[in-house]
């Protein structure tokens, strides 16, 4: 009987679909030692870069991460089962390229502007996202040469659109291909999925269109057609994320308008209008925007990690079941990002504490968080408030501001954005580092015992979703420049805040907006929604997925009380845990298809990580490539 060479086909060449690749290679000669093997990786957008780090976008958008906190390999602290195979970092990437030291990086290849980028980046800038482009191409390229000659990549430019079975062989149709391509195995690697509007936004769109009014909803911002934003013109803006940091930059800077700095301060910035840009008066449930990036180094060292919310403290607490994370699990996970906090302090700034490390940690450890002896002891160890974590303050940075008017609330949110910008920049406030390494652990952690049932499904749909925006306002937040850039507007009259609490309505043929912090209400033609969509499999316009989802092949991840009432359905694909595997409607595991990434309800922080830091993406990248390469057959039969 002839053979065919095993087939792999990965959708989405985004960057877990490269780092995925990277470690199916790394797992070849222990799981796949001899046999030839097809790896077809389909995109229609470039391969390695993505959808999302494509070069074709704004200049002016840069990356989240510092270039030295973006590596796509794995290293030492990698605690995984296949081998540790070592490549560049972003910024080991820069600096080999400026030494001349990658063939294909020359001046040449990457244009006067990227090149300019490059020789100027250091380890701390926040780099372009087309400088990211590059790079994320160029670990394509090295990861392809790195394969053996019997593997071979084929890079397919087009949108998969089905996925059908005849047998065990699966057969992928992608755009633009004459057959459809045979694989053993697919993995559905395909990212941040757009989505058709929820009902609410339908609802809202209707109104808005019947009173000849504008409505933006939720979208990929780079995607977004800002040219029906006028001029001159007030724009309600629904979210203050990161997709808000890319609406202002698009409507500013990318308006023709300029930042410099500010005739009395090196620090400030001012903004020089184009006359191009409209106004946006913006709000969210907290109405502040995201907390700074921190800009420092950590000065105590790196704090022991896990050490109040690791497995060993987690284990008798979820033996009995599932448990709720408020009651249960948060004053542990509270705890430890106070550890983070504190070890920062105590070792970083040993002269604004009462006493050492070691008694610190002896006395910590035997307090439970959220107790007056805890806030006691921890008052007298940190005399100075501003040397304590205070976690609401950080989650509702906002809670409880009240101004007459507009005017009057501006200055009360910029202050406290000045001084969140202030903290996160001034060295003397690295807590704020160690509170969030620590928060990478509990998040870590978190994921691991979701993964695990180890949450209630009323934990789940409560708590979860508020765990994953805490999470984001604290370490998602825009770099300090940013944050400058956006008080420059704000002092320009360009930016206003309307406070926490936004609410948004249609009425009397106008848009109104307005918040709890202020009576006030603001009337405009136009409201964006900034921000991604809602995760949603079944409201997905990707074709493959809307296929996937009517034939019962893919499933929602659906939350359920105990008394069978839906409580949240996530929107997200469900797979199993452990190695991705794709769960279909009636609940049965598919044994040869594979999803990884943010559409599914495995949530991993992050697609890029700081090297060195046992990262659970590259952790997870090479748990489900052993599945992948686990799940091919022995041989490959022939199909009819
Ligand atoms: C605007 C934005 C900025 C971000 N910035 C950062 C940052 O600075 N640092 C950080 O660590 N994380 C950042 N993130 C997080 C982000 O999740 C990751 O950086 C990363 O892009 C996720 O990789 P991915 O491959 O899973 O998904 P994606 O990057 O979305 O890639 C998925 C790919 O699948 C393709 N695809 C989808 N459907 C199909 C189909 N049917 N057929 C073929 N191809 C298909 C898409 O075209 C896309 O290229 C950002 C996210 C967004 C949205």
Not at 121 to 144: G, H, K
Request: include cysteine.
């Amino acid at each position: 009987m002839p053979r065919h060479p095993r087939s792999i086909v990965v959708v989405g060449a985004g960057p877990r679909g490269t780092g995925l690749l990277e470690r199916l290679g790394a797992n070849l000669p222990e799981l796949l030692p001899d046999g030839e093997l097809d790896v077809h990786l389909v995109d229609p957008f470039p391969p390695g870069a993505g959808r999302i780090w494509r070069h074709a976008q704004s200049p002016l958008l840069a990356m989240n991460s510092m270039a030295a906190d973006v590596t796509m390999y794995t290293d030492d602290s990698v605690v995984c089962a296949g081998p540790i195979v070592a490549g560049p970092s972003l910024w080991d990437w820069v600096q080999r390229v400026r030494d001349g030291e990658l063939p294909t990086e020359t001046a040449d290849a990457l244009g006067p502007a990227l090149w300019a980028e490059l020789t100027a980046v250091d380890a701390s800038t926040f780099p372009s996202r087309q400088l990211q482009s590059r790079y994320l191409e160029w670990v394509l390229r090295d990861v392809v040469a790195a394969l053996p000659p019997r593997v071979r990549v084929h890079l397919h430019t087009g949108r998969a659109t089905a996925v059908t079975e005849t047998g065990e062989d699966q057969w992928v149709t992608v755009e633009g291909l004459a057959a459809p391509i045979r694989a053993d195995s697919v993995v559905l690697a395909s990212g941040h999925l757009d989505a058709t509007p929820t009902v609410d936004e339908l609802d809202l769109g209707a109104r808005a269109a019947a009173a000849g009014l504008r409505y933006l909803p939720p979208e990929q911002t780079t995607d977004t057609d800002l040219s029906v934003v006028r001029p001159g013109e007030t724009v309600l803006v629904r979210g203050l994320g990161l997709a808000f940091v890319d609406l202002v930059v698009l409507l500013f800077e990318g308006r023709g308008g300029r930042f410099v700095p500010a005739a009395d301060s090196s620090d400030q910035l001012r903004y020089i209008p184009s006359g191009d840009e409209p106004v946006l008066v913006a709000g969210s449930p907290r109405g502040s925007i995201y907390h700074s990036k921190t800009h420092y180094q950590l000065r105590g060292g790196r704090p022991p990690l896990p050490r109040h919310f690791g497995p060993a403290d987690i284990a008798p607490l979820v033996a009995g079941g599932p448990v709720d994370m408020g009651a249960t699990l948060w004053p542990l996970m509270a705890k430890e990002i106070a550890w983070g906090w504190y070890h920062e302090l105590v070792a970083g700034h040993p002269d604004r504490v009462t006493l050492d490390l070691d008694e610190f940690a002896a006395r910590f450890a035997a307090l439970r968080w959220g107790t007056a002896e805890m806030d006691a002891f921890l008052a007298d160890a940190a005399p100075d408030p501003l040397d304590r974590l205070d976690l609401d303050a950080l989650d509702r940075p906002l809670a409880g501001l009240a101004a007459p008017d507009l005017d009057a609330l501006q200055p009360l949110v910029v202050d406290r954005i000045a001084e969140d910008l202030r903290q996160h920049v001034d060295p003397r406030h690295t807590p704020h580092l160690g509170a969030f390494v620590a928060m990478l652990s509990v998040y870590g952690e978190v994921t691991q015992l979701q993964g695990e049932g180890g949450l209630t499904a009323a934990s789940r749909a409560r708590d979860v979703p508020w765990w994953q925006s805490f999470f984001n306002a604290v370490a998602s937040g825009p770099p300090g420049f940013r944050v400058r850039q956006i008080l420059a507007l704000a002092d320009a009259g360009l930016v206003r805040f309307l406070g926490p609490g936004m609410w948004v309505s249609v009425e009397g043929g106008v848009l109104r907006a307005g918040s709890a912090a202020t009576p006030e209400i603001v009337t405009s033609t136009i409201l964006v929604d900034a921000r991604l969509p809602d995760s949603s499999a079944a409201r997905s316009t990707d074709p493959l997925l809307a296929q996937l989802v009517r034939d019962g092949a893919v499933s929602e991840e659906i939350l359920y009380a105990d008394d069978g009432t839906v409580l949240r359905n996530t929107g997200l694909i469900r797979v199993r845990p452990a190695d991705g595997a794709l769960v279909d409607a009636r609940g049965a595991v598919h044994p040869r298809r594979f999803a990884v990434g943010p559409h599914t309800a495995v949530k991993v922080a992050g697609a890029f990580t700081r090297p060195g830091m046992n990262a659970q993406s590259l952790r997870y990248n090479d748990a489900i490539a052993r599945a992948v390469l686990a799940s091919l057959p022995a041989e490959s039969a022939a199909a009819a």
